[in-house]
């Protein structure tokens, strides 16, 4: 009766619906629920951006990790190969005057600027090769007549990218481990060529050789895990560990005896 005084009111009092309590209540639940959607999903899109940029973080430092790691492992290349060389200047040196030792020297120079402007990282085969060459010119100076060196690479492959100092180990473990004992001539010859689609290197020797079970280590996937307690294992680990950085199970590499019981090795890459 508190609009009977007031039509107007009364007339829109009359025509307000009349809802049962248990709608109402299914209603007032309803924008519970869809209030509480909109919260979670505003805490949820929080939680990914926070997430998302904490993944970015941790990619970035794993990305500077492994740079690092990579750095280390092409620092640890074996250094014989230096002081064999500084031995030869010294002795080139006193035999006779200036030229020639200072070729080597020179030569020697361009390796190891070489391997710092490099820094671990990927660089033309093209360039690769020309390192190689000093590090031939030197190996020539030091052996002469009984080492012979065949190079048979490819030119289309020239601007493709590899691991730098890679066919460097390859050759000098080669030379010594397989020909340094070796009194008789030697020959270390290193083949480069595409087959399809992945770039294959070969490089072979008719030095000593090796025993099956040293072949069966190089070959195993353990030399992933820690390297075999020698200089030759090590360079091989390291290799193994530039590849999978650069090229994740895209590469192979097998070590196998060749007809003159010498050692083949065969590196494969997909592109």
């Not at 039509?7 to 209603?27: A, G, H, M, N, Q």
């Not at 004992?181 to 030697?186: A, D, R, S, T, Y």
């Not at 307690?229 to 360079?235: D, E, I, R, T």
Request: glycine share 6%.
């Amino acid at each position: 009766n508190i609009f009977t005084d007031n039509t107007e009111l009364f007339d829109l009092y009359s025509k307000i619906p009349v809802v049962p309590f248990k709608r109402s209540k299914e209603t007032a639940n309803l924008f519970y629920l869809i209030l509480n959607y909109i919260g979670e999903q505003y805490l949820l899109n929080q939680n990914n951006i926070r997430l998302l940029s904490e993944q970015k973080e941790k990619i970035e430092l794993e990305r500077q990790f492994k740079d690092l790691e990579i750095r280390y492992y092409h620092s640890q290349i074996n250094p014989h190969f230096l002081f064999n060389a500084l031995n030869i200047a010294g002795r080139q040196a006193f035999i006779e005057g200036s030229q020639r030792t200072q070729e080597i020297i020179y030569a020697l120079a361009d390796i190891y600027r070489y391997n710092l402007d490099s820094s671990g990282f990927l660089i033309k085969i093209s360039d690769e090769l020309q390192n190689l060459k000093n590090y031939i010119f030197i190996q020539n100076i030091r052996f002469g007549e009984q080492l012979v060196f065949k190079l048979d690479v490819d030119s289309a492959i020239s601007d493709i990218n590899i691991p730098a100092m890679t066919l460097q180990i390859f050759v000098e473990n080669a030379v010594f481990h397989g020909l340094e004992k070796k009194e008789e001539l030697g020959w270390v010859s290193i083949k480069g060529f595409m087959y399809e689609g992945r770039v294959v290197f070969e490089i072979e020797d008719n030095g000593i050789g090796m025993d099956d079970e040293k072949l069966l280590l190089l070959n195993s996937k353990t030399i992933m895990q820690a390297p075999p307690p020698n200089s030759m294992g090590m360079g091989i680990y390291n290799i193994h560990k530039r590849l999978q950085y650069f090229y994740p199970n895209k590469f192979s590499i097998n070590f196998s005896k060749n007809a003159e019981n010498g050692i083949k090795v065969c590196l494969s890459i997909s592109l």
